[in-house]
């Protein structure tokens, strides 16, 4: 899923709120294996969430951007777990 939503192994690590600096990942001389293991070792690590659809596979942070995936968008207002609107009442993004 890395691989197919663009992203080097470095790119989806999560480095806020998980024991990256902890385990030495900021070594720029880390191999993907190595990071993979870690990844493997420690789910927490992963950036989250990954969303495969026919449309594609990506790394969804913001999550509005799984609206890109989705075959047909949610029709109306459409507000983020937190309350914060991305669609309005006509279905169209609010920037």
Do not use: H, W
């Not at 026919?54 to 790394?59: D, E, F, M």
């Not at 609206?67 to 920037?95: N, S, T, W, Y």
């Amino acid at each position: 899923m890395i691989s197919a939503a663009g992203l080097s192994v470095r790119d989806a690590i999560r480095e806020k709120g998980t024991p990256y600096l902890d385990l030495g990942l900021d070594d720029p001389g880390l191999s993907d294996d190595a990071l993979l293991t870690a990844i493997v070792d420690t789910p927490i690590l992963i950036n989250r969430p990954f969303v495969v659809t026919p449309l594609g596979t990506r790394l969804c942070r913001p999550s509005e951007l799984v609206l890109d995936l989705l075959p047909a968008a949610p029709q109306g207002e459409f507000r983020k777990e937190d309350g914060e609107p991305v669609l309005d009442a006509e279905g169209k993004r609010i920037v």
